[in-house]
């Protein structure tokens, strides 16, 4: 046993199934990453709408602009972690990871129904 799996061998529910399948797992990585890079397109006319609102007024609304445009740091961290995870040959953990690179997205098509209703 590897080092690295040390610290999840004793967690029967997260350790690795030798017999799981890679293929789907890989699918579901590439399917998530597609989504974590289409959700960045409406992000960016939300950044650039926040930024020209913001453009004559005070240091809280340059604050939040600034917050906005951080918001793809969330999708991207866990992406790059996702593959490196299975590069590492840690499937399950490469995709807990691209799932929650999701959530920023879902939270966004939820708020974009929500303000349409």
Not at 4 to 29: F, H, Q, S, Y
Not at 57 to 74: E, Q, R, Y
Not at 78 to 100: C, D, K, M, P, Q
Request: glycine share 6%; net charge negative.
């Amino acid at each position: 046993m590897s080092e690295d799996r040390a610290d999840t061998e004793a967690i029967p529910a997260v350790t690795e199934n030798p017999d799981a399948d890679p293929g789907r797992r890989l699918a579901w990585l590439v399917v998530g990453q597609c989504l974590v890079a289409l959700s960045l397109i409406p992000w960016w006319s939300v950044a650039i709408t926040v930024t020209a609102a913001t453009a004559d007024s005070g240091m809280v609304s340059w604050i939040f602009a600034g917050v906005v445009w951080l918001i793809p740091a969330w999708p991207i961290g866990f992406s790059i972690a996702a593959w490196v995870y299975w590069s590492r040959e840690r499937s399950l953990w490469a995709g807990v990871l691209i799932t929650v690179a999701l959530v920023p997205a879902v939270l966004m098509v939820l708020l974009f129904a929500l303000s349409a209703a």
